[in-house]
């Protein structure tokens, strides 16, 4: 079975400190879409990134950076310098080949502190 | 280029009645899904269309149910209200014409509170 699991409920950082959430998957396929998506309060859902199953790279976009190790079912995504805009609830999230839905886990709230 | 767009954001209802909200996809997207968000439960899939036949059916009642049009819009339908159907509904539209395409852009969601 599908299954996202993001372990830390609520992080606090003060600004400028770097900051790393953790998101593990289960599934069967071996052909699957990971994504971090972000819930600012407004509510909604801001794409962040897409990695495929195949493609191991690690990836760096300005202050964001996301680490794929399929060894460890892991897709972490690292804050460098957090800033009080970064403030938001991230999900990760799972799609399998044979679908077209996300399975969200349950949400990282980070709240950076000035 | 438009965001997807929903209405309206915000709905007061009682149990027992119906609702139906809408959304309008990024132009050029013909997939349009379905969530729920509640704070219980989280975020799960409801549904998804693409030339408007569903592809894909979540763990829902069959009080829950959707339709798209031939422009992509989407409505989806609620009925027979509940308490725990109070929750943020959001859509998501994406190309829809391959998988690995399937970038899901969000839109503000619908907050629906049932009293």
């Known amino acids: 079975a599908q299954k996202v699991t993001q372990a830390q409920t609520e992080i606090s950082v003060v600004e400028k400190e770097d900051v790393t959430l953790d998101c593990v998957y289960e599934t069967r396929d071996t052909t699957y879409y990971l994504f971090w998506y972000k819930q600012p309060p407004s509510g909604e859902l801001v794409f962040l990134i897409r990695?495929?199953?195949?493609?191991?790279q690690n990836e760096i976009s300005g202050r964001y950076s996301w680490n794929f190790q399929k060894s460890t079912s892991s897709f972490n995504f690292t804050i460098t310098a957090s800033q009080v805009v970064d403030s938001a609830v991230y999900f990760c999230a799972l799609r399998e080949d044979s679908s077209y839905k996300l399975i969200f886990g349950s949400g990282t709230r980070l709240l950076v502190r000035p | 280029k438009a965001g997807v767009t929903q209405t309206p954001r915000y709905l007061i209802k009682t149990r027992g009645q119906q609702v139906t909200l809408s959304c309008s996809p990024i132009?050029?997207?013909?997939?349009v899904s379905w969530y729920q968000q509640t704070p219980g439960q989280g975020l799960q899939f409801l549904f998804e269309?693409?030339?408007?036949?569903?592809?894909n059916k979540g763990n829902f009642p069959g009080r829950f149910s959707g339709r798209q049009f031939s422009n992509s819009r989407s409505e989806m339908n609620v009925s027979t209200l509940e308490l725990g159907d109070s929750a943020l509904y959001l859509c998501a539209s994406s190309l829809g014409a391959g998988l690995e395409l399937n970038e899901q852009f969000f839109g503000p969601g619908t907050r629906l509170t049932v009293l």
């Open positions: 990695r495929n199953s195949f493609d191991e």
């Open positions: 132009s050029g997207h013909r997939s």
């Open positions: 269309y693409f030339s408007e036949t569903q592809r």
